[in-house]
């Protein structure tokens, strides 16, 4: 198996109570807590960056697309989003935690998909 290391770093980013709050306003049908939606977070790749600061300006540039995916997983026409987005408020709903290095050990190439 080869070990590829990504010129990327990414952020992994967990829900707070309040996205699970809202989460289950808007899919009632769903059994949902914060404990499981903490199970898994989402990875989201950006440039590679050396220090603390260049995640601190990632998710300044990055924090409205987050944001919209993560609450598009949710309602995905965003009838019943919160408003108005804010970064302040993405920091209540979200935390983010940096991961400095990506690897990628699958045999897989490589894909990309353009969501939106």
Not at 16 to 31: F, I
Not at 54 to 77: H, P, Y
Not at 82 to 92: C, G, N, R, Y
């Amino acid at each position: 198996m080869t070990i590829k290391l990504l010129n990327r770093s990414a952020i992994v980013i967990r829900p707070k109570q309040p996205l699970a709050d809202w989460a289950a306003r808007v899919a009632p049908e769903e059994e949902i807590d914060l404990a499981t939606l903490r199970m898994e977070g989402t990875v989201y790749l950006i440039d590679e960056v050396e220090q603390e600061s260049g995640f601190v300006e990632a998710l300044g540039r990055g924090w409205r697309t987050i944001f919209e995916n993560e609450l598009s997983a949710w309602d995905e026409f965003g009838d019943d989003w919160p408003a108005p987005l804010s970064q302040m408020m993405f920091e209540q709903w979200f935390e983010a935690e940096p991961q400095v290095l990506a690897f990628d050990i699958s045999s897989e190439p490589l894909l990309r998909a353009e969501l939106a």
